[in-house]
């Protein structure tokens, strides 16, 4: 079922809702923290309660969300910090984290259960993470439990497995090891914890077949709704932007992105398209780091390391065209940013971003097919040469339409409500 299907179906009424996952950060930074934050404020002007569970201290909202007299924090006990002896390394930060957000967890599960039997909740809303020890087993039996996953680790796991000598080549062996062997391990409890799901939120149809097939989900109790994306961070210009003819790839530098085909392509285009510059902003990830593969890149690319998520905007601005040519890739914020700064996408069909969007502006090629990737970014440089208004004016219409959080949150919230009434999806 699409998020268009969902909205005006069910008569709308406030809901008790126990929030469990990732929450919003103070800084308006996008990403998952900026996701917490649309769907939060959106449901919340909806009319609906939400109890958020924080396994640590209870972090600092963002502006638009102090003194929402609808948000309850419920903090935990953790009191890891960044900087410490256990966290001074990527595998160190990377284990005792997840050893510290268990615990905090652990701590939760009990506070959950008492506020549920003195004020029951309608429904718990575990976001981000499929996996988690907040919830106790009678409470998400008794209750409906909404699971609203970003990535799933199969699919982690499925590319650490098939670029292994790409990840070799680039970093030690035994970080390879470590990730392998956590992703196993989350890939297993996964597989167990989400049958517990009354309802999985998928963020684009692509990944909800992935669930379906490497978790046995039932297909019946997905919904798919996209992410938002916070449209005033990319305001209009009163004229088309005078765009560079410059190729952005933006995001991590890690496995499943497809790094290696951004190597690839800057040679290709250095002969198709001369003019055209690559650039390639991000940083590796907590436990994979493909740099390495960068310094193989042509003369007309260059590696600009990780930017603040304040600039991105402003990068966005310099940009003919987003390129997002992952393997693996269960939405991609990055997509509609790029269409909400007015920015045509080129993208892989892995990609779930892409898969409502017109066309016009929102090319997707096969998975790892250089030239397919090569003609499809030239004929998008072509038509930000020629038409540069009316493309601008398309990607920030389809932004509005598919990804705005008013028609995302409104989606979700009829969801729950359906879920909540009983009402089959």
């Not at 305001?235 to 085909?261: N, T």
């Not at 393997?327 to 892995?350: I, K, N, Q, S, W």
């Amino acid at each position: 079922m699409s998020a268009a299907d969902m909205v005006g179906e069910v008569p709308g009424r406030a809901l008790r809702i126990a929030w469990v996952g990732a929450l919003p950060s103070a800084r308006e930074t996008g990403g998952v923290p900026g996701v917490a934050a649309d769907l939060l404020e959106g449901l919340t002007a909806r009319g609906h309660q939400i109890d958020c569970f924080a396994p640590g201290a209870a972090p600092k909202l963002p502006e638009r969300l102090q003194g929402n007299e609808r948000i309850v924090l419920v903090a935990g006990r953790s009191t890891w910090r960044w900087d410490r002896w256990y966290s001074r390394t990527k595998a160190t930060a990377f284990l005792s984290g997840m050893a510290a957000r268990a615990l905090g967890l652990l701590a939760l599960r009990r506070e959950l259960g008492r506020r549920h039997r003195e004020h029951p909740y309608d429904v718990i809303y575990q976001f981000s993470a499929i996996e988690t020890l907040a919830v106790p087993g009678p409470l998400a039996r008794a209750t409906p439990l909404v699971i609203h996953p970003e990535t799933h680790a199969a699919g982690e796991l499925r590319f650490l497995l098939r670029e292994r000598r790409l990840a070799w080549r680039c970093q030690p062996l035994h970080t390879w090891l470590m990730a392998m062997s956590v992703m196993s391990v989350r890939a297993a409890a996964q597989r167990a914890t989400i049958r517990r799901a009354s309802l999985l939120v998928c963020i684009s149809t692509v990944f909800r077949d992935h669930l379906v097939a490497d978790y046995g989900f039932p297909a019946e109790r997905t919904v798919v709704i996209p992410n938002p994306v916070r449209l005033a961070r990319f305001p209009a210009a009163g004229e088309p932007a005078l765009r560079e003819p410059a190729i952005l790839a933006l995001g991590r530098v890690a496995v499943r992105k497809g790094v290696e085909d951004v190597v690839a392509l800057a040679r290709v285009l250095a002969e198709r398209e001369p003019e055209a510059r690559l650039r390639i902003v991000g940083g590796p990830g907590l436990w994979s780091d493909y740099r390495r593969l960068l310094e193989d890149l042509p003369g007309n690319a260059e590696y600009l390391q990780r930017i603040p998520p304040d600039e991105i905007p402003a990068e966005l601005a310099r940009t003919s065209v987003l390129l997002q040519p992952s393997r693996y890739e269960p939405f991609a914020l990055t997509v509609a940013e790029a269409l909400a700064a007015g920015v045509p996408v080129v993208a892989t069909t892995e990609v779930g971003a892409v898969e409502a969007v017109d066309r016009r502006v929102a090319a997707a090629v096969t998975p790892g097919d250089v030239q397919e990737l090569a003609s499809a970014v030239q004929a998008m440089l072509r038509g930000m040469r020629e038409d540069p208004a009316s493309l601008e004016a398309l990607a920030r219409s389809e932004a509005r339409r598919l990804f705005a959080a008013e028609v995302v949150c409104e989606a979700v919230s009829e969801a729950l409500l359906t879920l909540s009434a009983g009402q089959a999806l």
